[in-house]
T-cell receptor
Framework: EDKVVQSPLSLVVHEGDTVTLNCSYE??????LLWYKQEKKAPTFLFMLTSSGIEKKSGRLSSILDKKELFSILNITATQTGDSAIYLCAVYYNAGNNRKLIWGLGTSLAVNP | DTGVSQNPRHKITKRGQNVTFRCDPISEHNRLYWYRQTLGQGPEFLTYFQNEAQLEKSRLLSDRFSAERPKGSFSTLEIQRTEQGDSAMYLC???????????FGPGTRLLVL
């Protein structure tokens, strides 16, 4: 069965810490992996990764994909309280004649001052 | 505002009543998705449309749920005979043809008393 698993499910850190969030997947015909951030509203897009080993970076956030080991990590350095959110991972893949997106359950990150 | 819009933003109803939500996607997007999300969880896929065709419906979706997209533009999601377990955030998203990134609306938060 196709699935996306995120870990940890929740995480509490202090401001300034660095965190690494994991997303592993098992799908056939992988196409891309997406990261979203969700605060108290709809998810907002962070990154889309299609190639192994190429880091995507945006400010203090960065992400990389390993298509051999079937996972991605999202790093956040020098965390701030505004980073507190649920971080969602989704994988886009071919399923028959359709392309599908499957979501992980998310990692809930709390950054304490 | 050319983003995805949803109405209403909040709905409180009594158990057993019917409710209908509306989603207006980004106009160039031919794919439209409905998700349900409960607190602390990732989005749970409900159904999606390509133009006016409903291509997939989650097995988790009971017969009380129905969605339409009659002209391939806006969509409605109706829940009949609501139950307390239907209380959740209902998210709509849309995407460009053939691209994985989904653009989310602000969601409709449903509370069934």
């Amino acid at each position: 069965e196709d699935k996306v698993v995120q870990s940890p499910l929740s995480l509490v850190v202090h401001e300034g810490d660095t965190v690494t969030l994991n997303c592993s997947y098992e799908v056939t015909n992988f196409r891309s992996l997406l990261w979203y951030k969700q605060e108290k509203k709809a998810p907002t897009f962070l990154f889309m990764l299609t190639s192994s080993g190429i880091e995507k970076k945006s400010g203090r956030l960065s992400s990389i994909l390993d298509k051999k080991e079937l996972f991605s990590i999202l790093n956040i350095t020098a965390t701030q309280t505004g980073d507190s959110a649920i971080y969602l991972c989704a994988v886009y893949y071919n399923a028959g004649n359709n392309r599908k997106l499957i979501w992980g359950l998310g990692t809930s990150l709390a950054v304490n001052p | 505002d050319t983003g995805v819009s949803q109405n209403p933003r909040h709905k409180i109803t009594k158990r057993g009543q019917n409710v209908t939500f509306r989603c207006d996607p980004i106009s160039e997007h031919n794919r439209l998705y409905w998700y349900r999300q409960t607190l602390g969880q990732g989005p749970e896929f409900l159904t999606y449309f390509q133009n006016e065709a409903q291509l997939e419906k989650s097995r988790l979706l009971s017969d009380r749920f129905s969605a339409e997209r009659p002209k391939g533009s806006f969509s409605t999601l109706e829940i009949q005979r609501t139950e307390q377990g239907d209380s959740a955030m209902y998210l709509c998203a849309s995407s460009f043809p053939g691209l994985p990134r989904e653009y989310f609306g602000p969601g409709t938060r449903l509370l069934v008393l």
